[in-house]
């Protein structure tokens, strides 16, 4: 029998539980000491049921939409759910519980009422030191830092000295590592407090009624927008540069998808194995990446973000493969690899679902991992040197989105120039828009960044960057985007360009500088049928150059002139789609021979995503 519940007062559940988690994010905002978690706002906080389900997630990291939900299930079988007492505060950042690096530290609090548990509380966040190599490549977990089993760092309301004192002990800037676990376990006990208030007011049941009744409402939206999918088995493919071990080994991102009635099966099975360098990432970030991609195809603007979103998917995810990694494989750089299969899942739905699907984006964060030593203090700095955003895909109907972050960290902010220049030994040189990065189409990619960065002292440089070769698709005769891209200038020297975007233990020292350019996304169909007038703008806004304009687009501008002759501009456009096969008729198991790109490249413009023309490259 089906327990009805006051649609008024679900309501008001639904918009306290979303209340909730925005007031922690604001409380860890406001008490964190690093940066990243203050200015990036690297981390995502939670509520969650009795039985670890996700009941309300804080806008922030989408790749932690699982992880954090898993986390909390290890934990009550870790410790026993008996075990776990008023007060308590547990901790872990064991990268194959959390499926992420061990920077990523969660605290977990139970809410009790009438003796029982009956919710829990939750933050995961970025430190920016945990110990461990800073320089380089690691081949291990070990080498990477501190690890932390499930642990209480609070028992029954007291701290648990021990454990604090081995975290101070293992970390490079204790009072900052300190000073955000503090603002954490602040962020969690706070929605403790807000979660028992609403019990409170409107009673348990209702609470627990309304908050089973809404995952019930968000999984009917959910099957209803896969029942709109014809019933099918859709797959693709798509390739990273390497591993950063292997220099020039692609590492292949397959997919399928079988779309059953009201029910989706992503299938990772053909998912690379996991790799020698520290591109791995744990269960939880292989399952948070089908969930990404399926919440953004059936309900993106539904909240709280809760389970029943995730009712109607199953996931099928052997171990041991790039995104299910286990023990001791390195995950340092965890985050890269999971973007592209979101991508890919909707690259696999294109031909079915043109209209809900975007083409493949940047899908690197482009941040270098910088440290060194403050010259007025001496002290050890250690800083996430990038952040800068990068282009979208575009989708039927819409340009793609430029200078917005990669969607691992979806709400995640760039550091302010400002602030990076008031606490660390640089200066920013230049932060804009990147020209031509952004994929030809009917609907242009959006358009990546660069930023060029000069040190005012010595300290050490590394890129960890992917798809430089391996560019963002475009779709339906869209271009793909501008590779992303590393490098360096010694003192007035020309850039050094480095074969991939791995660069690694590089010392800068005063007057060098590192230069991060983010690609561009793919494209939407031709370029040819873009309207004049937005070619026309997008030129003398300085978006795109004449040579785009020219070659991608086709029109013809007014002698000396940054102004189209429309009427020349439409008769070229005809001559040239003429010339042009039907990109229906195009075997999609061929590639375009003319191409300047490896074989793994070319694959990425194949199978529903091929452009036609060699024009801009």
Same mark, same amino acid.
């Given at each position: 029998?089906?327990?009805?519940?006051?649609?008024?007062?679900?309501?008001?559940?639904?918009?306290?539980?979303?209340?909730?988690?925005?007031?922690?994010?604001? /409380?860890?905002?406001?008490?964190?000491?690093?940066?990243?978690?203050?200015?990036?706002? *690297?981390?995502?906080?939670?509520?969650?049921?009795?039985?670890?389900?996700?009941?309300?997630?804080?806008?922030?990291?989408?790749?932690?939409?699982?992880?954090?939900?898993?986390?909390?299930?290890?934990?009550?079988?870790?410790?026993?759910?008996?075990?776990?007492?008023?007060?308590?505060?547990?901790?872990?950042?064991?990268?194959?519980?959390?499926?992420?690096?061990?920077?990523?530290?969660?605290?977990?609090?139970?809410?009790?009422?009438?003796?029982?548990?009956?919710?829990?509380? &939750?933050?995961?966040?970025?430190? %920016?030191?945990?110990?461990?190599?800073?320089?380089?490549?690691? #081949?291990?977990?070990?080498?990477?830092?501190?690890?932390?089993?499930?642990?209480?760092?609070?028992?029954?309301?007291?701290?648990?000295?021990?454990?604090? *004192?081995?975290?101070?002990?293992?970390?490079?800037?204790?009072?900052?590592?300190?000073?955000?676990?503090?603002?954490?376990?602040?962020?969690?006990?706070?929605?403790?407090?807000?979660?028992?208030?609403?019990?409170?007011?409107?009673?348990?049941?209702?609470?627990?009624?309304?908050?089973?009744?809404?995952?019930?409402?968000?999984?009917?939206?959910?099957?209803?927008?896969?029942?709109?999918?014809?019933?099918?088995?859709?797959?693709?493919?798509?390739?990273?540069? !390497?591993?950063?071990?292997?220099?020039?080994?692609?590492?292949?991102?397959?997919?399928?998808?079988?779309?059953?009635?009201?029910?989706?099966?992503?299938?990772?099975?053909?998912?690379?194995?996991?790799?020698?360098?520290?591109?791995?990432?744990?269960?939880?970030?292989?399952?948070?990446?089908?969930?990404?991609?399926?919440?953004?195809?059936?309900?993106?603007?539904?909240? $709280?973000?809760?389970?029943?979103?995730?009712?109607?998917?199953?996931?099928?995810?052997? %171990?041991?493969?790039?995104?299910?990694?286990?023990? $001791?494989?390195?995950?340092?750089?965890?985050?890269?690899?999971?973007?592209?299969?979101? !991508?890919?899942?909707?690259?696999?739905?294109?031909?079915?679902?043109?209209?809900?699907?975007?083409?493949?984006?940047?899908?690197?964060?482009?941040?270098?991992?910088?440290?060194?030593?403050?010259?007025?203090?001496?002290?050890?700095?250690?800083?996430?040197?990038?952040?800068?955003?990068?282009?979208?895909?575009? #989708?039927?109907?819409? +340009?793609?989105?430029?200078?917005?972050?990669?969607?691992?960290?979806?709400?995640?902010?760039?550091?302010?120039?400002?602030?990076?220049? %008031?606490?660390?030994?640089?200066?920013?040189?230049?932060?804009?828009?990147?020209? *031509?990065?952004?994929?030809?189409?009917?609907?242009?990619?959006?358009?990546?960044?660069? #930023?060029?960065?000069?040190?005012?002292?010595?300290?050490?440089?590394?890129?960890?960057?992917?798809?430089?070769?391996?560019?963002?698709?475009?779709?339906?005769?869209?271009?793909?985007?501008?590779? /992303?891209?590393?490098?360096?200038?010694?003192?007035?020297?020309?850039?050094?360009?480095?074969?991939?975007?791995?660069?690694?233990?590089?010392?800068?020292?005063?007057?060098? %500088?590192?230069?991060?350019?983010?690609?561009?996304?793919?494209?939407?169909?031709?370029?040819? +049928?873009?309207?004049?007038?937005?070619?026309?703008?997008?030129?003398?806004?300085?978006?795109?150059?004449?040579?785009?304009?020219?070659?991608?687009?086709?029109?013809?501008? #007014?002698? +000396?002139?940054?102004?189209?002759?429309?009427?020349?501009?439409?008769?070229?456009?005809?001559?040239?789609?003429?010339?042009?096969?039907?990109? &229906?008729?195009? +075997?999609?198991?061929?590639?375009?021979?003319?191409?300047?790109?490896?074989?793994? !490249?070319?694959?990425?413009?194949?199978?529903?995503?091929?452009?036609?023309?060699?024009?801009?490259?």
């Amino acid at each position: 029998m089906t327990t009805r519940h006051d649609p008024v007062i679900t309501e008001i559940i639904r918009n306290g539980l979303v209340a909730i988690t925005e007031e922690m994010k604001t /409380n860890l905002l406001r008490t964190a000491y690093s940066m990243i978690i203050y200015e990036a706002q *690297d981390f995502t906080v939670g509520l969650f049921d009795a039985n670890g389900d996700t009941v309300s997630i804080g806008i922030g990291l989408p790749m932690f939409i699982r992880g954090m939900s898993m986390t909390v299930k290890a934990m009550q079988q870790h410790v026993g759910i008996e075990n776990i007492h008023p007060g308590d505060v547990l901790v872990t950042n064991d990268a194959y519980t959390t499926g992420s690096h061990l920077n990523h530290v969660t605290f977990v609090v139970p809410i009790f009422h009438a003796g029982a548990i009956v919710a829990y509380s &939750a933050c995961m966040a970025h430190w %920016a030191d945990i110990g461990g190599q800073l320089d380089g490549m690691t #081949k291990d977990i070990y080498s990477e830092g501190l690890q932390l089993p499930i642990l209480k760092a609070w028992k029954r309301g007291e701290p648990n000295q021990d454990v604090l *004192d081995i975290i101070r002990l293992n970390v490079r800037i204790p009072e900052r590592a300190m000073g955000d676990l503090n603002a954490q376990v602040a962020a969690v006990q706070m929605g403790a407090r807000r979660f028992s208030q609403l019990i409170d007011r409107y009673g348990r049941d209702a609470v627990l009624g309304g908050i089973r009744a809404i995952m019930d409402h968000t999984e009917a939206i959910a099957r209803e927008q896969v029942r709109a999918i014809p019933d099918g088995t859709y797959e693709a493919e798509s390739f990273m540069d !390497d591993d950063g071990v292997e220099a020039g080994r692609r590492i292949r991102i397959k997919v399928k998808v079988i779309v059953a009635g009201d029910r989706m099966t992503v299938d990772l099975s053909d998912v690379s194995q996991q790799v020698k360098g520290f591109y791995n990432s744990g269960e939880a970030a292989g399952r948070a990446c089908c969930q990404v991609a399926f919440k953004c195809l059936t309900s993106p603007l539904e909240k $709280p973000i809760n389970e029943g979103s995730f009712r109607a998917l199953d996931i099928i995810l052997p %171990a041991g493969k790039v995104v299910s990694a286990v023990r $001791p494989s390195p995950m340092r750089w965890w985050m890269t690899f999971p973007m592209t299969i979101v !991508d890919t899942i909707f690259k696999a739905l294109a031909p079915v679902i043109p209209d809900r699907v975007i083409a493949g984006h940047h899908a690197d964060l482009m941040s270098a991992a910088l440290n060194g030593m403050m010259p007025e203090t001496g002290r050890i700095f250690i800083l996430s040197g990038g952040l800068i955003g990068g282009g979208w895909g575009a #989708k039927h109907g819409a +340009d793609g989105a430029s200078a917005t972050i990669a969607i691992n960290d979806g709400d995640t902010h760039n550091s302010p120039v400002e602030q990076t220049e %008031a606490k660390y030994p640089m200066v920013i040189e230049r932060y804009g828009l990147r020209q *031509d990065s952004g994929g030809a189409g009917t609907w242009q990619g959006g358009f990546g960044t660069e #930023k060029v960065v000069r040190a005012v002292s010595d300290f050490m440089f590394n890129a960890q960057v992917e798809r430089v070769q391996c560019r963002p698709w475009g779709l339906y005769g869209g271009h793909p985007g501008a590779g /992303n891209q590393a490098t360096v200038r010694v003192g007035n020297q020309p850039e050094m360009r480095f074969p991939t975007g791995k660069v690694l233990a590089r010392h800068l020292k005063s007057g060098d %500088a590192y230069i991060l350019r983010s690609g561009g996304g793919g494209g939407y169909g031709s370029p040819l +049928d873009r309207p004049l007038e937005q070619v026309e703008r997008d030129l003398q806004e300085g978006y795109i150059s004449r040579r785009r304009a020219l070659g991608c687009y086709g029109v013809v501008l #007014k002698p +000396d002139s940054e102004a189209l002759d429309y009427a020349a501009s439409a008769e070229n456009r005809r001559k040239l789609k003429a010339s042009e096969p039907e990109f &229906a008729a195009i +075997d999609p198991n061929v590639a375009p021979d003319a191409l300047p790109y490896d074989p793994a !490249d070319e694959k990425l413009f194949t199978a529903g995503t091929a452009f036609l023309r060699r024009c801009c490259f």
